[in-house]
Structures are given as structure tokens and as C-alpha cells.
């Protein structure tokens, strides 16, 4: 099931306050700008920082190129 479009407009970073990036077929929201993504669990995002999780560089890549592949948007625009 994928995260509601109105939900995802709003999101933001809990640190940075800047868009997400929702990856359906991974479960996260993923955030480029700190490497970190946030799982969503039964349909809803945790957005904690404390229960984030900071990918390591190759990880990030690998996030950054299933944007790019499947040009997936932020949730807004910055």
C-alpha cells in the first residue's frame, strides 16, 4: 500500500526540514541532504530522528539512483 499523496505533500524532514524522497518499493523515506532515511511501519512514516537511519555512502547511491531510474519527486518542492 502507498503512503497517501496529501500526507506525502506535507512531510519534511523532522532535522533539516527540507522534502523526502518516498520510496514505496524500500519502505523509508529517504533524504539525500543527511543520507538518512525514516521507515515507514503499517503505513505510517516514523518520523523520529532518533529512529532514523544514517545510510552509508554506497547505500545512498544506490537510493539516489532508484530516484533518478524511476524519477521519483520530492514530497514539495524547496
Known amino acids: 500500500m502507498s503512503l497517501d499523496p496529501a500526507l506525502l505533500a506535507i512531510l519534511a524532514c523532522p532535522e533539516d526540514k527540507g ?3 518516498y520510496l514505496d518499493s524500500e519502505q523509508v523515506l529517504f533524504n539525500p541532504r543527511l543520507s538518512r532515511t525514516y521507515e515507514i511501519r503499517d503505513d505510517i512514516p516514523v518520523m523520529l530522528v532518533e529512529e532514523a ?22 514530497t514539495f518542492e524547496s
Open 53 to 74: 537511519t544514517t545510510v552509508d555512502d554506497d547505500e545512498a547511491t544506490r537510493l539516489n539512483a532508484l530516484i533518478a531510474e524511476r524519477s521519483i519527486a520530492p
Open 19 to 21: 522534502p523526502l524522497y
